[in-house]
């Protein structure tokens, strides 16, 4: 069974989760008003687990303060472990190939992980990627560059894409 240690932390977009493992990889960074959705996915990609609160604040609520202080790399060096299948881990490691202030389409990110007519189960991995702004699913869009989907809704994924191109956030 799986330990994962949980902590929280605020940020400009609310109350942060973050849960990482006995190697301290980080394996959780998702919205605390979607506790829910998370320990869905959790169970999904994991089976059972055993969450236990962290005595200490997680090793890298520092790196994402940085982040939200406008330092977007402190966010590049933060070990992360998932569950999920291989088409999933595929699919999140393309993620964090995008670039800050860039997005690409859901055909564009299927065509990347060599599957070009899987954008629709391109969008299915992105929604259950649990490590939020870490593993970029925000970075993703409608091919007419309409905005699609986010797990922590989309206030946050547009406040994100704004943040990263340097633009003045919108308080969501």
Request: proline share 6%; with cysteine; aromatic share 8%.
């Amino acid at each position: 069974m799986l330990k994962l240690y949980m902590s929280r932390m605020t940020s400009p977009l609310g109350e942060i989760i973050l849960m990482t493992d006995d190697r301290q990889n980080l394996r959780v960074l998702d919205f605390a008003d979607y506790a829910e959705r998370m320990h869905n996915l959790l169970q999904r990609q994991y089976g059972q687990t055993q969450i236990i609160s962290a005595h200490t604040p997680c090793p890298y609520s520092k790196n994402l303060q940085d982040y939200f202080n406008g330092n977007l790399a402190a966010l590049d060096n933060i070990p992360v472990a998932t569950g999920g299948t291989g088409f999933q881990r595929a699919v999140w490691q393309a993620l964090q190939d995008i670039p800050y202030s860039q997005t690409m389409s859901y055909g564009e990110l299927a065509a990347k992980v060599g599957n070009p007519k899987a954008s629709r189960a391109v969008g299915l991995a992105n929604g259950a990627n649990p490590i939020s702004i870490v593993i970029p699913c925000h970075r993703v869009i409608g091919k007419n560059g309409s905005m699609t989907g986010y797990g922590g809704g989309l206030e946050r994924k547009t406040w994100l894409l704004r943040h990263e191109s340097r633009q003045p956030p919108l308080i969501p």
